[in-house]
């Protein structure tokens, strides 16, 4: 069920438990601002979740409230995943959902890292 990608920030949505240990993960990196895990339902052999420990809705809110050392330390840390993972060579998608059109279902933003095979077109028509 898609989601809005503005409002108010929801403290019991899925990532806010998995951040506050409610609810556990498969963590692939952490640090204090940044939180990473497979997701549960998979989509590419690499599939990760990336998330910043703030209480952000979406890109929307994220980019307009986050502060400059949270906003750097969320796109290194997808950069460090993605070479974890030694994904650079081969490639990578990372995809970002906001709103209801876009069909982002858990109202905490989050960007889903994928490779590990070819991904084929970003969108099918």
Do not use: W
């Not at 204090?32 to 998330?51: C, E, G, Q, R, S």
């Not at 409230?65 to 906003?71: K, P, V």
């Not at 750097?72 to 997808?78: C, D, E, H, Q, T």
Request: hydrophobic share 45%.
């Amino acid at each position: 069920m898609a989601v809005s990608g503005i409002g108010h920030y929801d403290p019991d949505n899925i990532f806010a438990k998995i951040l506050r240990g409610d609810i556990p993960c498969r963590k692939v990196f952490e640090n204090d601002m940044v939180l990473a895990f497979h997701d549960i339902a998979p989509k590419a052999p690499v599939h990760v979740l990336v998330i910043p420990k703030g209480p952000y809705i979406s890109f929307a809110d994220f980019s307009q409230r986050a502060s400059d050392r949270e906003i750097v330390a969320f796109n290194r840390a997808i950069g460090d995943i993605a070479r974890t993972f030694d994904l650079d060579a081969p490639g990578y998608r990372l995809i970002g959902n906001v709103g209801e059109n876009a069909g982002q279902e858990v109202p905490h933003y989050h960007v889903h890292l994928l490779g590990g095979r070819p991904l084929g077109a970003m969108l099918v028509e």
